[in-house]
């Protein structure tokens, strides 16, 4: 929670011990010597990402009330809380390289990087582009920040609810560490008013801002991941939601996205409501298929891929 408030550079609290407390993601750049044909480890950085426990929600928010917690820690611990996610751009991160040399190159790459401010150079380059070559014929600082947000509703509230908004809390969140979205794709099935829906879309989000309102389908070309393949670069930041509270779209849309490397590729960030059974959810989500040992496995692997797997609420 502190992190998503004052990001990376906090000065609140002690941060290594903050930080036994999260998962880490590492990024390894391997190189291969032309001559030899030996694989060799260039440079590893490692960032901080909140852990996979409990219901994958805020805890506060389910369980019952502990007397010993101060009541502070329930300020904010609705049932659509989303203060427990670590954003790639609020996360501390580690350079661990075998050459001091390696290190200030990559450190000069971040630093240099204009256009994605606090996003870092791992997030949104690819295996085509090379951390080390700082002549690469691609301007990685032209890269786009993308977010698709998939289950949309009104930019600034779900049925009548602000605190369920999802494109204004990724707005404000990211603009908060001075990250601008260049493009913002919003699908909702569910008829919207035209003039309702664009009339809550701050100045700067106006002229980025793409409503379809039609729901997701998991082929043909109102599947989302169509419009990503065509739209995305590997060195673009790309930003994930998905909550369509529709398991039978849902789960496909996320198998395709686990097992197609021409759609991983292009993600480096997910928030995704996964509607399984489970006794503490069942007046929300009833009864659906799955279990929660299986929202584990999928949230392992994606993250395995380089994704920053986050459970929506």
Known sequence: MELQKFGRNRTQSDKQHADELLSKMFYRQECINPLTKVLFQEVEVSQVIEPLIGLLRDPLTICNRINSL??????????????FFLLSVAAPFYIHSSSQNHKDILQNNIQSNKHNTDLLPWMYQRSKLNLLDMKSDIDTRNGQNILIDLGSSYFGHWGGD???????????HYKRFGVKFDRIIAYEQSPLDPKTAWDQLPDDVFPVYTLINVGCTTSGKFNPWV??????????????????????IEVPLMNQLLSDSSINSLVDEVFFEHHITVNEMLRYWGGPPGRLKDSYILFTKLRQLGIRMHSWP
Do not use: C, N
């Not at 101060?70 to 203060?83: M, T």
């Not at 602000?162 to 204004?168: I, V």
């Not at 419009?227 to 673009?236: F, G, R």
């Open 227 to 248: 419009m990503l393949k065509t739209l995305a670069k590997p060195h673009d930041h790309v930003v994930i939601k998905l909550d369509i509270d529709t398991p039978a």
């Open 162 to 172: 602000a605190s369920a908004a999802a494109g204004r809390w990724f707005y404000e």
């Open 70 to 83: 101060p009541a502070s820690d329930y300020e904010g611990a609705e049932l659509q809380s989303k203060r």
